[in-house]
């Protein structure tokens, strides 16, 4: 897709992952996916253009809090906005979520697919 705005999701959720990247594309967006922490952080280190990046935090190998840290200390993402979409909802979760430098905290089971995208459009209006 030229000149679109691409949007990484680290999902380790088949369904969830297929669903979000039709959603979002059918919204103009590019999505790129990854289904573990390992692979989410090795994407966002080597693909260019990345605007968003949607973040599970309870992932294989490496999990989200950690791969948001990197992501935060990494100079070309360290502005990058990064929205966790997760079932962790305990108060102390989002509140290390967003410690660590996540933009919003989505849990899972509140939302529907429309309303993750309502959050990307806040950080990344579609074009």
Same mark, same amino acid.
């Given at each position: 897709?030229?000149?679109?705005?691409?949007?990484?999701?680290?999902?380790?959720?088949?369904?969830?992952?297929?669903?979000?990247?039709?959603?979002?594309?059918?919204?103009?967006?590019?999505?790129?996916?990854?289904?573990?922490?390992?692979?989410?952080?090795?994407?966002?280190?080597?693909?260019?253009?990345?605007?968003?990046?949607?973040?599970?935090?309870?992932?294989?190998?490496?999990?989200?809090?950690?791969?948001?840290?990197?992501?935060? @200390?990494?100079?070309?993402?360290?502005?990058?906005?990064? &929205? !966790?979409? /997760? +079932?962790?909802?305990?108060? %102390?979760?989002?509140? @290390?979520?967003?410690?660590?430098?996540?933009?919003?905290? &989505? !849990?899972? /089971? +509140?939302?529907?697919?429309? %309303?993750?995208?309502?959050?990307?459009?806040?950080?990344?209006?579609?074009?």
């Amino acid at each position: 897709m030229e000149n679109s705005k691409k949007i990484l999701i680290v999902e380790d959720d088949d369904f969830l992952t297929r669903m979000l990247s039709k959603t979002i594309e059918a919204e103009g967006y590019e999505a790129v996916m990854a289904g573990t922490g390992e692979e989410g952080w090795r994407k966002v280190s080597t693909e260019n253009g990345i605007q968003l990046i949607l973040l599970d935090v309870m992932l294989p190998d490496l999990d989200g809090f950690e791969v948001l840290k990197r992501i935060r @200390r990494y100079e070309p993402t360290k502005n990058t906005p990064v &929205i !966790i979409v /997760s +079932n962790l909802g305990q108060p %102390e979760d989002q509140e @290390r979520g967003k410690a660590l430098g996540a933009n919003d905290y &989505i !849990i899972k /089971s +509140n939302v529907s697919l429309d %309303e993750v995208v309502s959050h990307v459009k806040k950080f990344l209006p579609a074009t």
